[in-house]
């Protein structure tokens, strides 16, 4: 498999681990039958809980840029180096901000994000 492709899946992996935390923390939080409900009043996921909904769904809205960032590498033959490096960084500032964003740093967790969104113009730069 190529290494850019391998990295891509174990993003997946991480946004998966993700969910299941954040499901884990909303069922301590609220119990399984009202996740269960229709979540019509659904209350409010607070503490690490809600932290941890937060960097899944910041996983996904990442995902969505770095999912086809790398197809479009792969595809067009363009997977180099610069293209894995950039993954890399991608993938290993996913794990430290979710990991910080469920702790609660604040500035950490934006200089993290920060990293990962260098990752992904490290592959784009090498798709013009």
Same mark, same amino acid.
């Given at each position: =498999?190529?290494?850019?492709? +391998?990295?891509?899946?174990?993003?997946?992996?991480?946004?998966?681990?993700?969910?299941?935390? $954040?499901?884990?923390?909303?069922?301590? *939080?609220?119990?399984?039958?009202?996740?269960?409900?229709? #979540? &019509?009043?659904?209350? &409010? !996921?607070?503490?690490?809980?809600? #932290?941890?909904? #937060?960097?899944?769904?910041? =996983?996904? &809205?990442?995902? @969505?840029?770095?999912?086809?960032?790398?197809? !479009?590498?792969?595809? @067009?033959?363009?997977?180099? +180096?610069?293209?894995?490096?950039? $993954? *890399?960084?991608?993938?290993? @500032? #996913?794990?430290?901000?979710?990991?910080?964003? /469920? !702790?609660? %740093?604040?500035?950490?967790?934006?200089?993290?994000?920060?990293? +990962?969104? !260098?990752?992904? %113009? =490290? /592959?784009?730069? *090498?798709?013009?």
């Amino acid at each position: =498999m190529n290494p850019d492709l +391998s990295i891509l899946v174990w993003s997946v992996v991480l946004t998966f681990v993700l969910v299941l935390i $954040a499901v884990l923390g909303a069922l301590m *939080q609220v119990g399984l039958l009202t996740l269960v409900a229709n #979540r &019509e009043g659904f209350p &409010e !996921i607070t503490g690490w809980a809600g #932290r941890a909904c #937060r960097a899944h769904l910041n =996983m996904i &809205e990442n995902m @969505a840029l770095f999912i086809p960032l790398v197809l !479009i590498a792969v595809i @067009a033959n363009k997977t180099n +180096s610069t293209t894995l490096l950039g $993954a *890399q960084i991608f993938l290993w @500032a #996913r794990v430290a901000h979710a990991l910080i964003y /469920i !702790i609660g %740093i604040p500035w950490a967790r934006t200089a993290t994000w920060t990293v +990962s969104v !260098i990752g992904l %113009i =490290m /592959i784009f730069s *090498q798709l013009l």
